[in-house]
T-cell receptor, first 115, second 113 residues
Framework: AQSVTQLDSHVSVSEGTPVLLRCNYS??????LFWYVQHPNKGLQLLLK??????LVKGINGFEAEFKKSETSFHLTKPSAHMSDAAEYFC?????????????FGTGTRLTIIP | NAGVTQTPKFQVLKTGQSMTLQCAQD?????MSWYRQDPGMGLRLIHY???????DQGEVPNGYNVSRSTTEDFPLRLLSAAPSQTSVYFC????????????FGPGTRLTVL
């Protein structure tokens, strides 16, 4: 069975400082991993995804994440936070299941940017 | 290209009433799914479909029915609404599988009194 743990429910950073959102996963097979972002009262949008190619994945809006199998982690980072980054971020795992892949979402991390 | 559309945006039901949440996509996606989002719990999968005529249960299927008669539409039916079903519901679609990029609709906010 697959699972995802987002280690922080809320992260606050000052504008212009680095962002780190932490995610650990559990999977019986080689997983696909994703980060999705949800701005207030909106649907979710894909930030980036890892599907067994390069372990360092670059996404939209300057975000990137590194897949570390030994640590079962997929942390999301950004060098310099912008006010528009304020949103909720979800780490997601997908495990192949004879073609019927299901997504399991973490509980989310709310990112607040301090001016 | 409208993407994924959901209707209605808001709905209030009384306990025991039934209703259907509509979801449609115009991207010719095979994979469609329904999630509910509750505070502090992330999104939980209710039902999903890998193509017309094929559906399967997710993590929290009880109290919900789905069918997939066309590629475009994937309605979610609440059989007898309960207060525990108060939530925000999202429909999503992707080309073939869960590992493909998911495109989410804007959501339906449902309150059951």
């Amino acid at each position: 069975a697959q699972s995802v743990t987002q280690l922080d429910s809320h992260v606050s950073v000052s504008e212009g400082t680095p962002v780190l959102l932490r995610c650990n996963y559990s999977s019986s097979y080689s997983p696909s991993l994703f980060w999705y972002v949800q701005h207030p009262n909106k649907g979710l949008q894909l930030l980036l995804k890892y599907t067994s190619a390069a372990t360092l994945v670059k996404g939209i809006n300057g975000f990137e994440a590194e897949f570390k199998k030994s640590e079962t982690s997929f942390h999301l980072t950004k060098p310099s936070a912008h006010m528009s980054d304020a949103a909720e971020y979800f780490c997601v795992v997908s495990e192949a299941n004879f073609g019927n892949e299901k997504l399991t979402f973490g509980t989310g991390t709310r990112l607040t940017i301090i001016p | 290209n409208a993407g994924v559309t959901q209707t209605p945006k808001f709905q209030v039901l009384k306990t025991g009433q039934s209703m259907t949440l509509q979801c449609a996509q115009d991207m010719n996606h095979e994979y469609m799914s329904w999630y509910r989002q509750d505070p502090g719990m992330g999104l939980r999968l209710i039902h999903y479909s890998v193509g017309a005529g094929i559906t399967d249960q997710g993590e929290v299927p009880n109290g919900y029915n789905v069918s997939r008669s066309t590629t475009e539409d994937f309605p979610l039916r609440l059989l007898s609404a309960a207060p525990s079903q108060t939530s925000v519901y999202f429909c999503a679609s992707s080309y073939f599988t869960g590992s493909d990029t998911q495109y989410f609709g804007p959501g339906t906010r449902l309150t059951v009194l």
